[in-house]
């Protein structure tokens, strides 16, 4: 069982950061599973997220497209960004943390050419884990109304390609069905069970609505790497502890809106007070040092110190010309 998470972020006055962790190798996402079921994954639409998720302790992470989209264009989540938009933002996240990371890939932009194409991308830019959704374009965030699902034989394709496109076997595909709103539970579990049978690592059933539900997808697909996401604010599965989705067989849960909520209240706040010609609150703030160390500048200063030296000016030795 995963340990509560603590947050390591400094107190006034405790010091810098501690930033080296960043420099270790990152782990499989098969070795974070067996190592701290459940994966308890916040999603990180930046690469400061996904920096202040590291420090907070947590093992691993995700990269969803919905909190992506919405901090980096502003749009919603309605399939008005793809592959090249959300790929720069997947690359520089990913390089900002060492931890392993899921990747939301939607549902590939296209046919099995576009599979491959995402999936040998996403894997060279180090993602650890890759999921991919069954939905009928233009795909929509999985808690709205009005989905459509593609043919289950047609999803089966893409995982299978999915699975031959990875140039590391250690790379994790996972399958999500969003045929519940549509089709029932029923269908869902079927189509489920179909994506594993085609490789896929692991698989999720979007937008579960009942306690009742959970409980059946557990039990049906149990021994499964089995994932569920918990959209805070407004999404349509119930917030259960962690500890007891475990217990129902799910190893991975997603919550992704939790940190882009909170994040868009705050700048709302922020903004406000500012208008209103009112001071930062210190207890809703970090200080000028501790940012400058969640960044790593200490560590910076190092490697400026050992290889810049301090009396280098312009490429001339001890600042001497001539």
């Not at 190092?302 to 490429?315: N, R, S, Y």
Request: aromatic share 6%; proline share 7%.
């Amino acid at each position: 069982m995963a340990q509560p998470i603590q947050s390591s972020l400094p107190q006034p006055g405790s010091g810098p950061v501690d930033t080296e962790r960043q420099n270790r190798p990152r782990r499989t996402w098969r070795q974070a599973l067996k190592e701290s079921a459940p994966l308890v994954l916040p999603a990180a639409h930046d690469a400061l997220t996904a920096r202040l998720i590291e420090l907070a302790g947590y093992p691993a992470y995700q990269i969803g497209g919905f909190a992506l989209v919405g901090s980096r264009f502003a749009y919603p989540d309605i399939d008005l960004a793809q592959f090249g938009e959300n790929s720069a933002v997947m690359r520089d996240t990913i390089a900002a943390s060492s931890l392993p990371v899921l990747v939301d890939a939607d549902d590939a932009y296209g046919d099995a050419k576009n599979v491959t194409r995402v999936v040998q991308g996403y894997e060279a830019m180090g993602a650890s884990a890759i999921f991919l959704e069954d939905q009928l374009a233009p795909k929509r965030c999985g808690h709205m109304l009005g989905k459509k699902v593609v043919p289950a034989e047609v999803h089966v394709g893409k995982i299978r390609a999915a699975v031959a496109a990875r140039h590391n076997p250690e790379t994790f595909i996972m399958a999500r069905t969003d045929a519940l709103a549509p089709f029932g539970l029923d269908e869902a579990l079927r189509r489920a069970e179909l994506y594993l049978k085609a490789g896929a690592d692991g698989v999720y059933i979007e937008a579960v609505e009942t306690t009742e539900q959970l409980q059946k997808i557990g039990q049906r697909l149990r021994g499964a790497a089995l994932a569920t996401s918990i959209l805070e604010g407004g999404g349509r599965t119930p917030w259960k502890d962690p500890k007891d989705l475990h217990a129902l067989g799910y190893s991975m849960l997603l919550y992704p809106s939790t940190v882009i909520f909170r994040v868009t209240r705050a700048i709302q706040k922020a903004v406000d007070d500012l208008k209103a010609g009112r001071p930062m609150p210190p207890r809703e703030s970090v200080t000028f040092k501790e940012y400058e160390e969640i960044l790593g500048l200490p560590q910076w200063a190092v490697i400026e110190d050992e290889f810049v030296g301090k009396h280098e000016v312009l490429g001339v030795p001890d600042g001497k010309a001539g």
